[in-house]
């Protein structure tokens, strides 16, 4: 009898530790290109597994194999986060030294502890469902959201930072990390969403309503407002603005936004070119009744900022991080509560929209049901 496919992706990604332990006491794997073509065999002899362990009665959802080799890589991240703060050692060494130097910042170890968490208990919920039948679509979009906004900020920033003099060739693995999420993300996104059917009169009663009568929905609005306010202005002080409270605010309160790395310079100007246009539409959502795509858009963005914020926030406290850079100990409550204020905003905009969906669906026949499901 087969162990259900999930617990096989499960065990099958426990042999990362013991993978990289034996890598690196290869001393031939000590040079950027060996190791390079280490990591290539490496994730094609796990590619190989999955297709002779998977059973292939049915047809299988090509993002399955996505999924399934993306939770090995999150067993790699996550011992790697656990070498860098001192709980175990041997793994990561010959990898850090030939491969990606930029793994040992604190950005890179936060990341790591997302993925190795975070990711890796989404994707094995996902195998879950997915094998039985059951929908995983919004799970799927966490995922592409949260990957998109870590792809978007690690490469650029490696690139510009002061790891951009010493890239080597395994960093260019990245590249087919950066483009799955795209392509898992435009595969969801064509497919139906399955949610509750509500009674046409149950959506005409809440579309009728003014943004004044919904104070939730004011409340949130008013939150992605004071959002777009930040981004707006981190994004100026980044860009090196001469204005008084910019030059206040980077050396007094974030001194981490001026962290050689790179990370948060670009963590920033992403939020300035890419969320903030996307709070206005949210905030348009809010206000115009009818509009569906803020039942995934929502979910989308939510994972995106929850990513980048706890990175950044994690990153700015770490001993990792040098002390000149890092969160003051005076400054803490504001600038923790800002950046926790950044994240939450779009989280609650999105179980909002997931818990009374009604005022962004279109109207349904009298004559259905709430407990029925449609696709809308």
């Not at 299988?60 to 090995?72: G, M, N, R």
């Not at 799955?180 to 809440?206: G, N, Q």
């Not at 090196?240 to 001194?255: M, V």
Request: with cysteine.
């Amino acid at each position: 009898m087969r162990p259900p496919v999930e617990v096989s992706v499960f065990l099958l990604s426990l042999l990362a530790p013991g993978v990289l332990y034996t890598l690196n006491n290869i001393p031939a794997l000590q040079e950027p290109l060996p190791v390079l073509g280490m990591g290539m065999v490496v994730l094609g002899s796990v590619l190989l597994l999955l297709l002779l362990t998977v059973p292939h009665k049915n047809k299988i959802d090509p993002l399955f194999y996505a999924f399934a080799e993306f939770s090995f890589t999150c067993m790699v991240g996550l011992t790697n986060a656990l070498e860098q703060d001192g709980f175990i050692s041997g793994f990561m060494g010959f990898y850090l030294k030939a491969g990606e130097p930029h793994l040992s910042s604190a950005y890179a170890v936060m990341m790591s502890y997302w993925e190795g968490v975070f990711h890796f208990v989404l994707f094995l919920t996902i195998i879950h469902r997915m094998f039985r039948g059951k929908s995983y679509r919004s799970l799927g979009l966490l995922w592409t959201g949260s990957s998109i906004a870590h792809q978007i900020v690690l490469i650029p920033g490696v690139v510009i930072g002061k790891y951009g003099s010493n890239i080597r060739p395994a960093f260019w693995r990245n590249v087919p990390f950066f483009l799955a999420p795209f392509w898992a993300a435009s595969l969801l996104f064509s497919r139906p969403r399955e949610m509750p059917v509500v009674t046409a009169d149950k959506i005409a009663e809440e579309q009728k309503k003014g943004l004044l009568s919904r104070p939730l929905d004011l409340l949130l609005s008013l939150l992605l407002v004071g959002a777009m306010a930040f981004s707006v202005f981190r994004g100026f002080v980044v860009l090196d603005c001469p204005l008084d409270a910019c030059f206040t605010y980077i050396y007094q309160y974030e001194p981490y936004l001026k962290d050689p790395v790179g990370f948060p310079r670009v963590m920033m100007l992403v939020h300035l070119f890419y969320a903030l246009p996307l709070l206005t539409v949210l905030i348009y959502g809010l206000r115009t009744p009818g509009c569906s795509w803020m039942l995934d858009w929502t979910i989308f963005f939510a994972a995106a900022m929850a990513q980048n914020q706890w990175c950044h926030i994690g990153a700015s406290l770490h001993s990792r991080t040098p002390f000149t850079y890092r969160v003051t100990a005076d400054k803490w409550w504001p600038v923790i509560t800002l950046n926790v204020l950044l994240a939450a905003a779009p989280a609650l905009l999105a179980l909002r929209c997931r818990t009374n969906p009604a005022y962004f669906m279109n109207p349904v026949p009298k004559g259905q049901t709430n407990d029925e499901k449609k696709k809308n």
